[in-house]
């Protein structure tokens, strides 16, 4: 199994512009979360997805979208692209339900916008 | 609102020593605890999960600890080793139902000294 990956590694945006951050993960697990790594802060929800079609804001969503139209792929849109949005940016997958479900991360992505 | 605190920031030992890293979290209504280990510029690598209900889960030289009723949780490194230099995060998992998101700390950075 590949896990849970992430394309691409590394981005640099001009303000305004958008992009997508894809995901991907090959363990047929339910549940999807992006998260948003910055110094000082620790690790902050943005979207998540319980299933295919199914998704919810998590903790700091605001110009980000996310869809999810197969188990399998989970893509985080930025709409247009601001500096506060310069983070790495994590993509987990976990079975659903259950108390016992480990969360798997992906490598991450380093944006930066300028 | 859920917080998890990491002490301490950063800690520095020399190649032998046993040591012990600290989380704590204010709201003990958890599912499960969740020891993560992060490589400079990589992603999150999982260590342990413990169940809300066990006292602790052990791997080779890890063993991590919960005490759910006074919000901490410890993890215990035997005999560190230089490639065990990276920085240590604590996460919990809440939620009602369906989906129970990731609460992190911010970190606890080891570095192991040869």
């Known amino acids: 199994n590949a896990g849970v990956t992430q394309t691409p590694k590394f981005q640099v945006l001009k303000t305004g512009q958008s992009m997508t951050l894809q995901c991907a993960q090959d363990?047929?697990?339910?549940?999807m979360s992006w998260y948003r790594q910055d110094p000082g802060m620790g690790l902050r929800l943005i979207h998540y997805?319980?299933?295919?079609?199914?998704?919810d804001q998590g903790e700091v969503p605001n110009g980000y979208n996310v869809s999810r139209s197969t188990t399998e792929d989970f893509p985080l849109r930025l709409l247009s692209a601001a500096p506060s949005q310069t983070s790495v940016y994590f993509c987990?997958?976990?079975?659903?339900?259950?108390?016992?479900?480990?969360?798997?991360f992906g490598p991450g992505t380093r944006l930066t916008v300028l | 609102k859920q917080e998890v605190t990491q002490i301490p920031a950063a800690l520095s030992v020399p190649e032998g020593e046993n040591l012990v890293l600290n989380c704590s979290f204010t709201?003990?209504?958890?599912?499960?605890l969740q020891w993560f280990r992060q490589d400079p510029g990589k992603g999150l690598t999982s260590l342990l999960l413990?169940?809300?209900?066990?006292r602790e889960q052990t791997s080779g030289r890890l063993n991590a600890s919960l005490d759910k009723s006074s919000g901490r949780s410890t993890l215990y490194i035997a005999a560190s080793q230089p490639g065990d230099s990276a920085t240590y995060l604590c996460?919990?998992?809440?939620?009602?139902?369906?989906?129970?998101?990731?609460?992190f700390g911010t970190g606890t950075r080891l570095l192991v000294s040869p």
């Open positions: 363990m047929n697990h339910e549940y």
């Open positions: 987990a997958s976990s079975y659903s339900g259950g108390r016992n479900n480990e969360q798997f």
């Open positions: 413990i169940q809300s209900s066990q």
């Open positions: 709201d003990s209504a958890i599912y499960n």
């Open positions: 997805s319980v299933g295919a079609g199914i998704t």
């Open positions: 996460a919990v998992r809440q939620g009602d139902t369906g989906f129970q998101k990731l609460v």
